[in-house]
């Protein structure tokens, strides 16, 4: 099921370098691009203003099919030889995927998607939108270098901008194989946790990860769609 609440949306966009609340027409771009129904598949929108909603690879321009690409929205119709392009995000749909303890709608023994912390916000935002970055290292204010766990590089540290939070909140930002990303941080050993904000990304690892974790057996998908269980025999 498709879950997006626009009722709660915070959407940001970044122009000439600073993130600044959407305008009307963005929102509406936005809002109707999240609300379609994807059947798992990422594609531009266009809405009837004339804004197109995509996630773009910086790296490979002709590549936008991938949900785990930042979003950005440029305007059709431009006048320029190159069009365009700014970051565009609903801060309140970013989620992190935790193992336990989790029992909202859509969660499995436990696991599921929550909305992220203010601090993973803040690092998952500067993280995507750096295009360069294959990993990068975040911190909380007033942290000290004697709380950093070893291979932290400290002289690449991101200070993360806000106010009041805790020090010695201290964690990395980086992708996997497949693009997805996920922030690492150290308690008493690595634990990395996924973090997206593309809801259709999201229901397929919430059912990857059920699969693996689930000991019923090996579930049979049918040419029509149909599943059956078969008995465990492993």
């Not at 431009?78 to 989620?95: E, F, G, L, Q």
């Not at 010695?168 to 990395?192: L, Q």
Request: hydrophobic share 30%.
């Amino acid at each position: 099921s498709h879950s997006y609440n626009p009722h709660n949306a915070d959407i940001h966009v970044k122009i000439d370098g600073i993130w600044r609340p959407a305008d009307k027409q963005q929102k509406a771009a936005y809002i109707a691009y999240k609300s379609r129904h994807h059947n798992y598949r990422e594609t531009p929108y266009t809405h009837g203003n004339d804004i197109t909603i995509f996630r773009a690879d910086i790296n490979n321009p002709e590549k936008n099919d991938d949900p785990y690409m930042p979003t950005y929205f440029k305007l059709e119709g431009s006048r320029r030889s190159t069009v365009a392009k700014y970051p565009i995000i609903d801060m309140n749909d970013i989620y992190t995927f935790l193992t336990e303890g989790v029992s909202s709608n859509g969660s499995r023994n436990g696991a599921g998607w929550v909305k992220s912390r203010n601090y993973q916000t803040w690092a998952y935002v500067d993280f995507v939108y750096d295009t360069n970055a294959t990993r990068k290292c975040y911190m909380s204010r007033y942290s000290t270098y004697l709380a950093f766990p070893a291979g932290f590089d400290s002289k690449n540290v991101v200070t993360i901008d806000i106010e009041g939070l805790p020090p010695n909140i201290i964690f990395s930002m980086s992708r996997n194989d497949n693009n997805s990303v996920y922030y690492e941080k150290n308690e008493g050993g690595p634990i990395r946790v996924r973090i997206c904000d593309s809801e259709y990304a999201r229901l397929g690892y919430q059912g990857f990860y059920t699969r693996i974790t689930m000991d019923v057996g090996i579930i049979i998908t049918h040419p029509d769609g149909s599943e059956n269980v078969e008995p465990n025999i492993m």
